[in-house]
């Protein structure tokens, strides 16, 4: 019995062994960081395979001055400690740029390594306001950072008569970040903050924040954080009864939500990052996305493609493989993208806001009037 | 000291005598390691090391006095923002942390242990979790802990003018924490406290009978746990710089308590091999990509299937 398991044990390490030594011995080595595993899973998911295919696509051309590109992907499961791990791991292999980042609050305590390595970091996903200040000068925010999307949130709501807001978010950094922000930025906007509740990430039951919402008034739902809640909290407003608009915050931004909150989804507003849907210029990619992983793209898709496509172009641009020098290009960046345009301030964001309000009709997110 | 050593019986003495010498070759395999390993290796040594002292903590807790608590990382959380409140926003000194931290987990462990603690072991676990989700949620909603981000900027600290930096100081700096825990837990494990703790954990009423007061036993127990869950925080928000309520979920207080079972219950080197275990085994298996959660689990259900009552268990039990 006890020799068994120790045979079972020891293959269980060995295999585990043999898969981290496989990644292959290029030359020029780019981390991806991203959330491969937990609730968040499907989004760190697209993010890897996009960038992927935007190093893949460098790679046909002869690669970056010369040499080939390397992708080794580190999961941060958006806990701040197992993004310490996965942070200093990378850095140790050695990699010369990393991109990725989901979680806000995973995010933070990885900045001080990244900056003590001096190694350039795109930030795809994550976009607390913390994030500026904690930066060394090597990390750059590809998104929006939320400031950007809450004066996008007024906006819709004063172009939807929308007077009484019930801001609703889920406690981490990211959510409640933004449902801070667009609060008082509606309220210096002349609305009126109706319910401002917060819920716990992976709850089932709504009920209480729906009692709530509808006894307070509010005109509209703005909820802040991810799709998982957002879906569940959709169905359980309209089973209630909720007859007002329903406005998303991006990380709502997945197929899935469609899935789950099914025809109560309808006539819901998302404050989407560019999505593959919506892009003009975007079905090529769509369909290459699709016939690689068999799935659809989902809301980072181009984004990440983009940041893809931005490292290997500032490398280039660099002239070199080294870090300070790409920091250097980074900051030089003049790239338009499937997503649009990307140009950094002094501060390492974006000059302009990402975000723009998209409709659900027919189980589909289309442009909103 | 010597006194207690001598008055042991004869058998506890040659088992404290042969764990000597592998205890020494694994100190020294520990001192040397930042010779040869990279910051990877040392970042995931170090969680390993926060890992044991958190779970020697709870295993004066679980262990020792058999009071099952679900909310310890609610201490560790105390330690952590006070040290971080307290330098981040008011420049305290990190040492001077240190002191404030351990008394703040006196406090928040007499609160919710002396009117608890008379509760036997299922009502205690329920107790005890609500109050590990009290404390992340208040760190959630207050100003002062920085919110749902929770605070960055976090004071390094120095000693001798010199600044721990890098995370082979950090290493240093738990492996120095994790010894003074073993020396903590070894000392009380034999003292008159540890025995009290030892009785109360089999029979509470026929310990009552013997003239042990277990409410303050076990009211020790739940304080000296806190107390070295509140210094592994103050260090933990040291390294890492920014602290947020993420780290503290329901979740770290089953990773601590899967150490402390894992290993074997009571036993320090069963709850050090389990600790390391724990902190280890999602590491070993990141090559195993999504299916990462799935593998450590069956492992786990593996060594709890073959090892009922943990690695290296109490032989006392």
Redesign the interface.
């Known amino acids: 019995?006890?020799a068994s398991?120790k045979r079972?044990?020891c293959a269980?390490?060995l295999?585990?062994?043999?898969?981290?030594t496989?990644a292959n011995a290029a030359d020029i080595k780019i981390g991806i960081v991203a959330p491969?595993?937990?609730q968040l899973?499907s989004e760190g998911?697209d993010m890897e395979n996009a960038v992927k295919m935007a190093i893949d696509a460098a790679n046909a051309k002869g690669g970056v001055n010369g040499d080939k590109i390397a992708t080794i992907?580190?999961?941060d499961a958006?806990?701040?400690?197992?993004a310490?791990?996965a942070g200093?791991?990378l850095?140790?292999?050695g990699v010369t740029a990393i991109v990725g980042g989901y979680c806000?609050?995973?995010v933070?305590?990885t900045?001080?390594i990244y900056g003590?390595a001096g190694v350039p970091f795109v930030i795809i996903g994550a976009n607390?306001t913390?994030l500026v200040?904690?930066n060394q000068g090597n990390a750059f925010l590809a998104n929006s950072t939320g400031d950007m999307q809450a004066t996008t949130a007024v906006e819709l709501f004063k172009k939807n008569g929308y007077k009484k807001i019930a801001v609703i978010?889920e406690?981490?950094?990211y959510?409640?970040?933004l449902a801070?922000l667009t609060a008082e930025a509606f309220k210096n906007a002349g609305g009126e903050i109706a319910a401002r509740e917060?819920t716990t990430a992976g709850e089932q039951d709504y009920s209480a924040v729906v009692t709530k919402v509808k006894s307070s008034g509010a005109d509209a739902v703005f909820w802040t954080a991810y799709h998982a809640g957002g879906a569940l909290l959709t169905k359980q407003l309209r089973q209630a009864g909720f007859q007002g608009g329903i406005v998303l915050g991006d990380g709502n931004n997945s197929p899935e939500y469609l899935e789950i909150a099914g025809s109560a989804g309808e006539g819901v507003y998302l404050l989407s990052p560019p999505t593959v849907d919506l892009l003009s210029g975007a079905a090529d990619f769509k369909a290459k996305y699709k016939a690689a992983y068999g799935r659809d793209a989902g809301a980072y898709a181009a984004l990440s493609h983009d940041v893809g496509d931005l490292i290997v172009d500032a490398m280039a641009r660099a002239k070199s493989a080294d870090q300070k020098a790409i920091v250097a290009a980074l900051k030089a960046s003049d790239f338009k993208g499937l997503a649009g345009e990307i140009k950094f301030t002094d501060k390492n964001t974006l000059q302009t806001s990402n975000f723009h309000p998209v409709v659900a009709k027919g189980g589909k997110w289309v442009a909103a009037e | 000291m010597s006194e207690e050593a001598t008055s042991l019986p004869a058998g506890q003495r040659q088992t404290l005598r042969r764990s000597l010498l592998p205890g020494l070759a694994a100190l020294a395999c520990a001192l040397v390691l930042p010779q040869f390993a990279n910051a990877y290796v040392l970042e995931v040594a170090t969680t390993a090391l926060l890992y044991v002292v958190l779970c020697l903590g709870l295993n004066i807790v679980v262990g020792y006095a058999g009071l099952l608590d679900l909310g310890y990382a609610a201490f560790f959380a105390v330690g952590a923002y006070t040290t971080g409140i307290l330098t981040a926003e008011f420049g305290f000194n990190f040492w001077l942390s240190i002191p404030v931290s351990m008394v703040a987990a006196c406090v928040a462990g007499i609160i919710i242990g002396a009117p608890t603690l008379r509760l036997r072991s299922d009502y205690l676990a329920i107790v005890t979790l609500g109050f590990g989700e009290i404390v992340r949620i208040i760190a959630r909603n207050l100003d002062i802990t920085g919110g749902a981000s929770g605070l960055v900027g976090i004071e390094r600290p120095e000693v001798f003018g010199f600044k721990l930096m890098q995370v082979q100081h950090f290493y240093y700096a738990f492996l120095v924490l994790a010894l003074l825990t073993i020396f903590v837990c070894l000392s009380v494990e034999r003292s008159r406290m540890g025995r009290a703790w030892f009785y109360v954990r089999y029979d509470e009423d026929a310990a009552a009978g013997i003239g042990i007061n277990r409410v303050s036993a076990k009211l020790q127990a739940y304080m000296m746990g806190a107390v070295i869950a509140s210094v592994a925080g103050c260090l933990y928000a040291a390294k890492m710089t920014a602290i947020s309520p993420e780290s503290f979920t329901f979740n770290q207080s089953l990773l601590i308590l899967l150490g402390v079972v894992l290993g074997g219950m009571g036993r320090i080197p069963g709850v050090v091999l389990g600790a390391i275990l724990v902190a280890l085994l999602p590491e070993v298996l990141r090559g195993a990509g999504t299916y990462r959660p799935l593998v450590t689990a069956v492992a786990l259900l593996a060594i709890m299937l073959f090892r009922p009552n943990g690695l290296w268990p109490d032989k006392r039990v």
Do not use: I, N, R, Y
């Open positions: 019995m006890v398991f079972l044990a269980t390490a295999a585990g062994l043999v898969m981290t496989m491969m595993t937990g899973a998911q992907t580190a999961d958006c806990d701040p400690q197992q310490v791990t200093s791991k850095v140790s292999e806000s609050g995973a933070l305590p900045l001080k003590d607390s913390k200040a904690a978010d406690g981490d950094a959510s409640s970040d801070k917060t």
